[in-house]
Antibody
Framework: QLQLQESGPGLVKPSGTLSLTCGVSGGSISSLNWWSWVRQPPGKGLEWIGEIYHSGSTNYNPSLKSRVTISVDKSKNQFSLDLSSVTAADTAVYYC?????????????????WGRGTLVTVSS | DIQMTQSPSSLSASVGDRVTITCRASQDIRNYLAWYQQKPGKVPKLLIYAASTLQSGVPSRFSGSGSGTDFTLTISSLQPEDVATYYCQKYNSVPLTFGGGTKVEIK
């Protein structure tokens, strides 16, 4: 059974870069799925950050696009998130999630499997 | 960007009650709508996609309906384990966006 596991620092300094990795176990990252990052500030709702396909194709939330890079490492069966110039507003639980594909390989756009999430706090 | 508005933001109902949550899109999204359940301290769980298709393993007391701009999630008989916050999400185009959530409690 496929599982997702986020990893990375729990504390990042303001103006620094938040870097997280999502390990995929029990299956291949090269399967017919898109891989997303979603975040949730404490006590608030969900915000989609962006997604990647194993080919390297990406889609980003325009509100974060200038600061976000999502990449894939097929050899390690994982994908990663870099969010630059962070502020306290980026403090959140960060989830990685799987999204199924359309017949043509494009993303369906919803998420049928989620990692457990990791809290990242931006503070000096 | 298309905005997703849920109502109510919270509700309290008795066990066995029929519960309805509404999600409205600011533009036509056809049936590109999903619903998630997030129990306290837990990970979101997909309940419904394509507005009305029940995800495998989800109890049949959950149902979804609607198309275009107006959608509903219905719990036909509320159970104690349904205490959670429910989110709608549109996926017709980027950016993928969620509604603000509806918190469901037991009266």
């Amino acid at each position: 059974q496929l599982q997702l596991q986020e990893s990375g620092p729990g504390l990042v300094k303001p103006s620094g870069t938040l870097s997280l990795t999502c390990g995929v176990s029990g299956g291949s990252i090269s399967s017919l799925n898109w891989w997303s990052w979603v975040r949730q500030p404490p006590g608030k709702g969900l915000e989609w950050i962006g997604e990647i396909y194993h080919s390297g194709s990406t889609n980003y939330n325009p509100s974060l696009k200038s600061r976000v890079t999502i990449s894939v490492d097929k050899s390690k069966n994982q994908f990663s998130l870099d969010l630059s110039s962070v502020t306290a507003a980026d403090t959140a639980v960060y989830y990685c999630a799987r999204g199924p594909t359309l017949g043509g390989g494009g993303p369906m756009g919803y998420f049928d499997l989620w990692g457990r999430g990791t809290l990242v706090t931006v503070s000096s | 960007d298309i905005q997703m508005t849920q109502s109510p933001s919270s509700l309290s109902a008795s066990v066995g009650d029929r519960v309805t949550i509404t999600c409205r899109a600011s533009q036509d999204i056809r049936n590109y709508l999903a619903w998630y359940q997030q129990k306290p301290g837990k990970v979101p769980k997909l309940l419904i996609y394509a507005a009305s298709t029940l995800q495998s393993g989800v109890p049949s007391r959950f149902s979804g309906s609607g198309s275009g701009t107006d959608f509903t999630l219905t719990i036909s008989s509320l159970q104690p384990e349904d205490v959670a916050t429910y989110y709608c999400q549109k996926y017709n185009s980027v950016p993928l966006t969620f509604g603000g959530g509806t918190k469901v409690e037991i009266k």
